[in-house]
């Protein structure tokens, strides 16, 4: 089985002449949220928010959006890949998890990054010292599952004898990461974290993938195919005469994205990112399907997140319910042996 999630991004107003008005941003907040909502009843495993700042999009903090969902939702799983820990303290990450879980009835997927390089630099944050940072959070992180008191002495952070309030739900949440190089796939499987890959090709992520699979059975840690992840944006036509919309709308998609992006960091001659290959699947619904469980195949992967870079919410609500009604029930079906 794949399981098929969401990887969400919260797009801001498309258009600039109304991106600062707050009743278009009211507005854009409602639909996205009705849109969420309304994905449970089509199949996805769940929803993946990621944690971003100054660029196209609002979500700053993706716990907020959790908390408004859970509510509204019964079965959704509810993810965050990732907070960004060099933004935040270590025993804050904890407790607002350990909130969620319980908010959630234990539908909560908790994921922490250490932050990409342009988006905390902006704010006078290394590479390095966000290193240091995530792997103290982590390691304050995973000890707050399994005891009432911690102490912790670290580089960044010392504390005796603290208490994480509330405890978790769950005695043993999973926590996930993101890797895209071999070194620090194994790390993941070191720590027994789970692990979301993407962008590179089939081919280039099998490295990234043993790494963490042999970095897991050296550390005695879970391993297999529920244990990884693997991203990738969609773009999805009803018939086969659209193809080439499709495969125009999804990197059209992604050159507008990253244009935006690297506009709101202040980087507006930064060399565009190239699509990797395998990094767009686009396509009819069972074209799309069987890409997917062939890449996943390949790598053993037993999740995949769906990106869409899609700016109108119309044909964002289009893209989920084509995926939702007619790929993911083929991924469920699929044996990856």
């Not at 804050?92 to 997927?109: S, W």
């Not at 990461?177 to 194994?186: H, N, V």
Request: hydrophobic share 40%; glycine share 6%; net charge negative.
């Amino acid at each position: 089985m794949i399981k098929p999630w969401l990887f969400e991004f919260f797009h801001a107003v498309h258009d600039p002449a109304r991106r600062d008005d707050p009743v278009a941003v009211q507005e854009q907040f409602e639909k996205y949220t009705d849109l969420w909502v309304d994905d449970e009843a089509l199949g996805w495993e769940g929803i993946f928010f990621s944690e971003h700042h100054f660029g196209p999009g609002y979500s700053p903090s993706p716990n907020l959006v959790i908390a408004n969902l859970a509510p509204r939702t019964s079965t959704l799983r509810l993810g965050v890949l990732g907070t960004v820990t060099p933004y935040a303290t270590p025993w804050r990450v904890a407790e607002e998890f350990a909130m969620l879980d319980h908010m959630t009835g234990g539908r909560l997927e908790m994921g922490v990054v250490s932050g990409i390089p342009p988006e905390i630099g902006i704010v006078g944050i290394s590479k390095d010292n966000a290193a240091q940072i995530h792997a103290e959070t982590l390691d304050v992180l995973l000890a707050a599952m399994n005891k009432p008191l911690l102490s912790h002495h670290g580089e960044r952070f010392v504390f005796d004898s603290l208490r994480i309030t509330p405890s978790f739900l769950r005695s043993i949440p999973a926590v996930w990461t993101a890797a895209t190089s071999p070194a620090s796939a194994r790390r993941a499987g070191t720590r027994g974290l789970k692990m979301c890959s993407g962008f590179s090709s089939v081919e280039d992520l099998k490295h990234v993938m043993d790494a963490y699979q042999q970095g897991a059975r050296d550390a005695g840690k879970s391993t297999g195919p529920d244990q990884v992840a693997i991203r990738r944006v969609v773009s999805l036509v009803e018939d086969e005469s659209e193809l080439e919309q499709a495969r125009d709308t999804a990197h059209e998609g992604i050159k507008e994205f990253f244009a935006f992006s690297m506009e709101a960091l202040k980087l507006p001659d930064a060399p565009e990112r190239p699509t990797e290959k395998d990094e767009v699947i686009y396509g009819t619904p069972d074209q799309v399907a069987d890409e997917i469980i062939r890449q996943c195949t390949e790598l053993n992967v037993g999740n995949f997140l769906t990106t869409f870079n899609v700016f109108d919410i119309d044909e964002l609500r289009r893209q989920h319910e084509l995926f939702g009604k007619y790929v993911a029930p083929r991924l469920r079906e699929a044996d990856l042996d």
